[in-house]
């Protein structure tokens, strides 16, 4: 088992309540009191560890289907939108979301959304950094829904949250400067109580940001050919062939039985040999995938924000909802597939015959400055928990013990601090999202991040058997009227409570 593997699965659980304010010159990060739970659970530390792995296979497999068929139909590829520039320069970008119908090759076509006219998903929309930007999202559906820019450090009030609703009708405009280095972002609704449901009938699409690291130039960059856009999704379809959602309220969420990949059940994609690049989104409501490559070797070279600081050689990859990550695969003469642990085949690579036109990977693909701990200004501690009160009142989702508001404020951000914040939860798996900020991870259970979980980040899996501790710098936007999100990503948990509010003040 590779380290991010088996970090996930590590049992240490550290609560640490309230919000200290230190001097801008802040001690070293010490060590946690202790608990009774921590001292039972370091005694049988291997122990959980294997109850762990064995615990996460079963959540996995429960609604899973092998996917070890002969391979169906080619992998569906999102069109690019690139944008049109005004007198002034700036990108203009329109996307419209409306009802669809979608071939998933089930007894009928299923009634799907989708952006710009596709069948499913949206148009990979491709942002240069320094560019000035305004996209306009028109409604066509029959119900209320937002466009938030997963990742995007962008103000709150183009963020797209609950906040940012858009009528059946309405169009809403987001304008904004692209200030964040090339990474592989996402786009989806937001409406509190109707995400879930609106990303898995099929609102959601990728964005690219490009830059002009040198680096980039020796990767694998032609868009469709081998450099590839990989959105995992499970789905389930009734008998009729419609999609069948449901939100579940267990500490897993809901998990379905079919994989799709842009859309595609069971795909396969031409790809020439040599490097190939795969910008890998996990866009379910819940699953938690463990990708491995067969045939061919994996190496990891972007994770949510970007690039990492060099390549990593990986056997094993980790995506949990609303993670991205972007690999390079070598593909020789035969094909090579994407696997998941749990599922099977996720997509077969079949090279057909051309050279991919890259050579070898750069030994650096960043600078990447750790943020050091003398700069932290504030403490806080986030709890993800899933309350059970009696059958009639059914169960709380709650961060902190609170359950989402849209009328309260948790807390409030000094504009220009950093700030470190310690994230744990229960039993059950959660990812925690913060809006606006890219983060760094200083510590998985006391100890530092692995390789591939060291560079930006913006979700993170949390659960009682990994505490989380990340730091964040908030000195790009105020956010005064308009709050900015935190939120469990595992999108059953986020419609049923366990998201939270924050501004950011300039003082």
């Keep these: 088992m590779d380290n991010r593997s088996f970090q996930a699965m590590r049992t240490e659980f550290v609560p640490l309540n309230g919000i200290r304010r230190t001097g801008r010159r802040h001690a070293a990060y010490g060590s946690f009191t202790g608990s009774a739970r921590r001292l039972l659970k370091n005694a049988g530390l291997f122990f959980g560890a294997i109850l762990a792995i064995v615990?996460?296979?079963?959540?996995?497999t429960d609604n899973g289907a092998a996917l070890d068929t002969s391979?169906?139909?080619?992998?569906?590829?999102?069109?690019?939108?690139?944008?049109?520039?005004?007198?002034?320069?700036?990108?203009?970008?329109?996307?419209?979301?409306?009802?669809?119908r979608h071939d998933y090759r089930q007894t009928a076509l299923t009634d799907t959304y989708s952006y710009n006219g596709m069948s499913v998903l949206g148009p990979t929309l491709r942002l240069r950094t320094g560019d000035s930007v305004v996209i306009s999202v028109t409604n066509e559906l029959d119900e209320v829904t937002t466009a938030h820019w997963h990742g995007a450090d962008v103000p709150a009030e183009d963020d797209g949250g609950p906040h940012s609703l858009i009528e059946p009708g309405a169009t809403w405009i987001a304008d904004f400067e692209v200030i964040q280095p090339a990474a592989t972002l996402w786009y989806h609704p937001h409406v509190h109580g109707s995400t879930a449901e609106q990303v898995?009938?099929?609102?959601?699409?990728?964005?690219?940001?490009?830059?002009?690291?040198?680096?980039?130039?020796?990767?694998?960059?032609?868009?469709?050919v081998d450099d590839i856009p990989v959105i995992i999704q499970d789905r389930e379809f009734t008998e009729d062939g419609q999609l069948d959602f449901a939100i579940d309220d267990d500490g897993r969420g809901k998990l379905y039985s079919t994989l799709t990949v842009n859309g595609t059940i069971n795909p396969f994609v031409d790809v020439p040999e040599g490097l190939v690049r795969l910008r890998l989104l996990n866009g379910s409501q819940a699953r938690i995938?463990?990708?491995?490559?067969?045939?061919?070797?994996?190496?990891?070279?972007?994770?949510?924000?970007?690039?990492?600081?060099?390549?990593?050689?990986?056997?094993?990859?980790v995506l949990a909802p609303g993670d991205r990550a972007e690999i390079v695969v070598n593909v020789f003469?035969?094909?090579?597939?994407?696997?998941?642990?749990?599922?099977?085949?996720?997509?077969?690579?079949r090279p057909n015959g051309a050279a991919s036109g890259t050579g070898l990977l750069p030994d650096k693909l960043a600078t990447i400055e750790r943020i050091p701990e003398s700069e932290i200004t504030v403490d806080r501690s986030f709890d993800m928990d899933e309350e059970r009160r009696?059958?009639?009142?059914?169960?709380?989702?709650?961060?902190?013990?609170?359950e989402f508001d849209m009328s309260r404020i948790d807390f409030e951000v000094r504009l220009g601090d950093t700030e470190r914040w310690t994230l744990t939860g229960d039993e059950g798996q959660h990812v925690f999202h913060p809006h606006q900020t890219q983060f760094q991870i200083l510590s998985i259970n006391g100890e530092p991040p692995p390789p591939e979980e060291s560079g930006w980040e913006d979700s993170v899996l949390v659960n009682d058997e990994r505490e989380v501790v990340i730091v964040a710098r908030f000195n790009t936007y105020a956010a005064e009227d308009t709050p900015y999100m935190f939120h469990?990503?595992?999108?059953?948990?986020e419609d049923l409570g366990m998201m939270g509010q924050f501004l950011i003040i300039d003082e």
């Design 333 to 349: 003469m035969e094909s090579a597939a994407l696997v998941d642990r749990s599922l099977g085949r996720v997509l077969e690579l």
């Design 289 to 317: 995938y463990n990708l491995s490559v067969e045939g061919a070797d994996m190496t990891m070279i972007a994770s949510d924000g970007g690039y990492l600081a060099s390549p990593v050689a990986l056997r094993q990859l």
């Design 488 to 493: 469990c990503h595992i999108l059953d948990h």
């Design 71 to 100: 391979v169906a139909a080619p992998l569906s590829i999102p069109a690019l939108l690139d944008p049109t520039y005004d007198g002034a320069g700036v990108a203009h970008y329109d996307l419209k979301l409306g009802e669809s």
């Design 390 to 402: 009696s059958r009639q009142s059914g169960t709380r989702w709650t961060i902190n013990g609170a």
């Design 200 to 224: 898995y009938r099929g609102a959601a699409g990728l964005i690219i940001i490009g830059d002009d690291n040198s680096a980039a130039a020796t990767l694998p960059s032609t868009y469709g």
């Design 55 to 60: 615990s996460l296979a079963a959540c996995s």
